[in-house]
């Protein structure tokens, strides 16, 4: 792959985004809340989803 592929400066955009976004304590934070949220509300479901399962 060349250096100025689509993909590598993709990937090269990216890592920038996330290690600006994670030096940043509060986006950090906000990004960490709304992923354990959506883990759990995922994992309510599943297991809710699992039960009907079980019954019927």
Request: charged share 10%; aromatic share 26%; hydrophobic share 55%.
């Amino acid at each position: 792959m060349s250096p100025d592929s689509p993909l590598i400066n993709l990937h090269k955009y990216l890592f920038g985004f996330f290690f600006t976004f994670f030096s940043h304590p509060f986006l950090s934070l906000l990004f960490h809340f709304i992923y354990y949220t959506f883990v759990a509300f995922f994992s309510v479901k599943i297991s809710s989803i699992e039960k009907v399962l079980i019954v019927s």
